[in-house]
């Protein structure tokens, strides 16, 4: 997979070498900001699902865009030089809570054409970046959640591996310049 161009690459790897760039901050805090409703999480595509989406702010990028936009373009204002896309749980694994897995290319892909939107409008100020988050799934591999039964996995090595590839697909595929990989 190529994350960018030949010259975006080069533009960015020149420029770490000038200065230190800038990371915006935290989505999750920015979000709660605008203290939403479940209505508003679920918009009008989702308005009759059957299941709670409150909370889900992955979904944003799908039912409250111009949101997710106006946060990415506060730190670009800010002088952020690089911005994360709103993908910090958007992986099949994490999205099950929502009975929502089968939405995770969709959703990063929407993601990243989002905060590729954002960085074109402030790119004749300064070069600007789009890091596709993975953050870590709600399953571990390294413990078992059941203390009775200390050699249990919730997932396998395989269903994590799928879940990130069809992530970073997506993320490709929307126009990422970066993978960051979060806590």
Known sequence: MNLTSQSQTADIRQVMKEKILILDGA???????????EEQYRGERFKDYPHLLKGHNDLLVLTQPEIIQAIHEKYLEAGSDIIETN???ANAISLADYHMSDLAFEINVAAAKLAKASTAKFH????????GAIGPTNKT?????????????????????SAYYEQVDGLVQGGVDLILVET
């Not at 004749?124 to 890091?131: D, E, L, Y």
């Open 124 to 131: 004749t100020q300064k070069p600007r970046w789009v890091a």
């Open 141 to 161: 591999l390294s413990l078992s959640p059941d203390v009775n039964r200390p050699d249990f996995r919730a997932t396998s090595f395989d269903e994590l591996h």
């Open 27 to 37: 989505m999750g805090t920015m979000i709660q900001r605008y203290k939403l409703t």
């Open 87 to 89: 993908t910090f749980n």
